[in-house]
């Protein structure tokens, strides 16, 4: 099991860029595949991200495309989501979330963060 706490969130302008990041407890880290998650107010939770247990591959939802990174450490039990450009529409509690398995496509995870709120402002 793990447990995985975000961190970051916050209130920026449009075009602005934040950080989020989300450190997992235990010392299996490395054997998860680690996604990102967000929901609006209103809306139903959506998938943002995803990222291999290597960290060599990568997966995002179209509307993110070029402009959020997502990246892990597992020497620090820790994965991020760097965002950049941001638009209003990306307001939303941000959801870290991990899952045993190797296909980083499949949007069925076992974790969850308690999230974190990202506000962003016209």
Known sequence: QVQLVESGGGLVQAGGSLRLSCAASGRTFSRYIM????QALGKEREFVAAISRSGGSTYYVDSVKGRFTIS???????VYLQMNSLKPEDTAVYYCA??????ITRREY?????GTQVTVSS
């Open 72 to 78: 892990r450490d597992n020497d620090k039990n820790t």
């Open 35 to 38: 996604g990102w998650f967000r």
């Open 110 to 114: 076992d974790y969850w963060g308690q």
């Open 98 to 103: 991990a899952r045993n398995g190797l296909d």
